[in-house]
DNA sequence: CTCCTTATGCCAACACCATTGACCTTAGAA
DNA sequence: TTCTAAGGTCAATGGTGTTGGCATAAGGAG
């Protein structure tokens, strides 16, 4: 079995490294945090982490049973950072969208966390507020129950699946993120034409456009669909059919 | 510089392994595969496959400049699967909904590789020709430039992006599996009306919905939007249900 | 103020990982 | 038949997370 870790609250002793640093759970998560912002997001590692807090990568096992319970203890912080000094409006749509984006904000600057995280369900505090937000949000806007539900849930993942995504970008080693950028302008953008026509023809505006997050525009989309519809219009006007299996 | 990389259609020699196996680029991506399904997302590596193909892990550096370039040919061959057999109808809307949800559907499948890949941009060939379809289905749907290079990347990123966190709740291990869905009916069923009135009042219906995939629903709202903005409408300006409640 | 327990930091080691450069064998063109 | 170089193998490098054993000092008990 791995070392015995001590709840934090039970915690007596506080024995200084040998540098000097005393050790908390809170201190290795803030120190965990700066590395991956500082030092890029391949930058996280116990060894690393025990040079930064000048102590031995060891000495961390004392405090998490392992790197992955170290990551999942820096997502749970996310979720509450995300929705901090939220309030609703009583503009739904807007709210929304200011929800997904601020979600979506939180996990992206914390790519590795948000990787482990983002495919979760908690049932934690912080989580139950933000679906208390979202559905009570979308009730007050007036969609009846089974609506609610449909756009709740597309929302919601919607949300966490892009967050999941642009941060799966961010955690790649910085050449690999490199490579995956540069194919936009040297590969897509001199395909021949006769092969590809149409991506020839929008390779330009491609180049510019992969390289941010597409999440702000299908939110917009999404959420156009969802309040269009309500409004009565159907897609089958402009040729498909709105049902979903 | 790492081993010389001679392309495959190059290829002339073929000498067997000590163990008698021939070597090629398509043994090599299938036995990734079937590792990634057995041993799960972290089985795959340089040894293993080795170990596998009954040769020396190094071997595999005459084949892919590294583990990212293998990776990078699994999610195309995953791409590739998806759209083997397809051809467009005409009706765009349906067009763009039958590619999406065979692309996810082939992620899905393999979860493992979904996860590794999902987030890439391979610039290879299979990519490619789907991008075309993409792209062409939108021109020809007479949609401008502009939003056609908008819609696409919002589609693309969304259909990748759910396909990941869908293979990432199914790559789970069981028992956080079956963890995570108990909790609708667990936690989110049992709260108190009084604290989280809108979830109790949704719980019910949640407990079914929240265990499928939202990504029919959220394709569906994403292809509406984009195909009702074309025809002029605008959910800001409509806002009814956001109107005020 | 001293003693004793034991929490906690440290060390060394293990088992993995990707990658590389030198070597050697043999396939297949000439 | 020869002979070059493609392609498989070996050994080594420097990275990773993790663990068992040990030393030491923190802090309660007396």
């Not at 070392?3 to 998560?29: A, C, D, F, H, W």
């Not at 096992?61 to 820096?74: N, S």
């Not at 912080?77 to 409006?89: K, N």
């Amino acid at each position: 079995m791995a070392k015995t870790v001590v709840p934090e609250q039970r915690r007596r002793r506080r024995r200084p490294t040998r540098g000097g640093t005393v050790l908390s759970e809170q201190l290795i998560i803030d120190t965990a945090l700066r590395l991956l912002r500082e030092h890029g997001s391949t930058g996280l590692s116990a060894r690393r982490l025990g040079l930064a807090l000048d102590c031995d990568p060891s000495a961390l096992y004392r405090y998490f049973h392992g790197m992955d319970e170290l990551t999942l203890a820096i997502g749970d912080a996310l979720i509450g950072q995300a929705l901090d000094g939220w309030s609703a409006t009583g503009d739904g749509r807007a709210d929304l969208r200011a929800i997904g984006l601020r979600i979506h904000a939180a996990y992206v600057a914390h790519p590795q966390a948000a990787l482990l995280t983002a495919s979760r369900v908690t049932g934690r505090a912080h989580e139950l507020a933000a679906d208390e937000a979202i559905i009570g949000v979308l009730r007050a806007g007036g969609f009846p129950l089974t609506a609610t539900v449909r756009i709740y849930h597309a929302f919601i993942d919607q949300t966490l699946a892009f967050a999941a995504l642009d941060a799966g970008a961010l955690a790649l080693p910085r050449s690999a993120r490199r490579a995956d950028e540069d194919i936009w302008e040297s590969t897509y953008a001199r395909l021949p034409a006769g092969d590809y026509p149409r991506i020839a023809e929008a390779a330009p505006r491609l180049a510019h456009e992969m390289v941010r997050s597409a999440y702000p525009s299908a939110l917009d989309m999404l959420l156009d669909g969802a309040f269009l519809a309500a409004l009565g219009a159907t897609a089958s006007s402009a040729g498909a059919t709105g049902e979903r299996q």
